[in-house]
């Protein structure tokens, strides 16, 4: 009965090796693509956690629909941020520098503050010409409260005021427990938890001024226990805390506070970093709303966040992940690498 089973299947679909892989739509109690393989008992087992697609299967499988790509001047009008100033820790680079982007196209200037002088220069100078808006650099380590207050005293001193602060300086690497130092936990911590808590004593009385409000860049990994990633979940949840306290605590002045959690968005340091290097995983996790995210993505939602229109937001974490949240893919194999961490040195990088 079972050896029956198995070459209709095998007749559907396309077999390799050990394992044959049918499109969902053969086997509709199980909502994926499935790899099945014939040694198990009965071939309608699941057998792999990981998920194979093949031209075969894409050409069979239904066409699940796919978010567009918008950019903010789509949705929200060119001046609603005119005669605004946005600082930005982590500016140089990746989703924090298209947030600092998106803000100016709506007419901010900016201050972004970084340790890389060369990447912050080149930015800046980008970010001017491509707004038409000002943008300010200034190199400094978010570890340091006094270089942070330095780069606000200049920020002031260039633009008059602060409307906006997005804290976004942050470092990760793949690491267990095992196998992670006291000092290698130390600097997450301190880069992502301490830089934030200095970012926001050194803006706060500026903001406070404003009425304005702060974004603080978390994750998602720390919702659910994600192996190798022990140090930044709880350098992000301590954030994820740290944001709801200035929410409540400066409401009654005016100020707003919230925190924008990216799933894995493309083209940046941190999906290099964290992407499997497996050419079985990685990219094979899966997306609600049928892609990856984008740079402009966390862009969109940072533009929202400090728009009029989330003048009653406060307190919140906004995930920006596309739904992946509640399909649960890991950054490594598991329980392969809790096993046998020393099979994924190739996927550890513990240079920040």
């Known amino acids: 009965m079972a050896e029956d089973r198995w070459s209709k299947i095998k007749a559907r679909g396309k077999e390799s090796n050990d394992h044959v892989y049918v499109p969902n739509r053969e086997l509709p109690a199980y909502p994926l693509q499935l790899v099945i393989n014939r040694h198990k008992p009965d071939p309608y087992r699941i057998s792999c956690y990981k998920l194979r697609q093949s031209s075969i299967l894409n050409s069979m499988a239904p ?72 943008c300010l650099s200034y190199q400094a380590d978010v570890r340091q409260a006094k270089t942070l207050q330095e780069a606000v005293a200049k920020t002031i001193e260039t633009f008059g005021r602060i409307d906006f602060v997005i804290c976004g300086a942050a470092g990760n690497f793949l690491a267990p427990i095992s196998g992670l130092s006291e000092n290698a936990f130390r600097t997450v911590m301190e880069i992502d938890t301490l830089g934030t808590w200095n970012t926001i004593k050194a ?14 860049v978390s994750a998602m990994l720390h919702y659910k226990g994600t192996p190798y990633q022990a140090h930044v979940s709880a350098a992000k949840a301590a954030i994820d805390a740290l944001s709801a306290v200035v929410a409540v605590e400066e409401g009654p002045h005016g100020v707003r506070s919230n925190v924008i959690a990216p799933g894995a968005i493309a083209g940046t340091e941190g999906m290099d970093r964290l992407e499997s290097k497996d050419p079985n995983g990685g990219r ?39 739904g992946s949240e509640h399909l649960r893919s890991l950054v490594v194999p598991y329980p392969l690498s809790v096993l046998e961490p020393e099979k994924m040195q190739g996927l550890i990088k513990g240079k920040l």
């Open 284 to 322: 094979d996790m899966l997306y609600p709303l049928g892609r990856v995210g984008a740079i402009s993505d966390c862009a969109n939602a940072a533009v929202f966040l400090f728009s009029p229109a989330a003048s009653y937001i406060t307190g919140q974490i906004l995930p920006v992940d596309g």
């Open 63 to 134: 066409t699940a629909f796919v978010a567009p790509q918008t950019l903010s001047t789509s949705t929200f009008k060119d001046d609603i941020f005119r005669g605004k100033v946005l600082f930005c820790t982590g500016g140089g680079s990746g989703i924090c520098r298209g947030m600092t982007e998106a803000i100016m196209r709506h007419g901010a200037n900016a201050t972004i503050v970084g340790r890389k002088l060369d990447r912050l220069t080149q930015a800046a100078k980008e970010l001017s010409e491509t707004t038409g808006q000002k």
């Open 203 to 216: 803006t706060l009385s500026h903001i406070r001024a404003a009425k304005g409000a702060y974004i603080n």
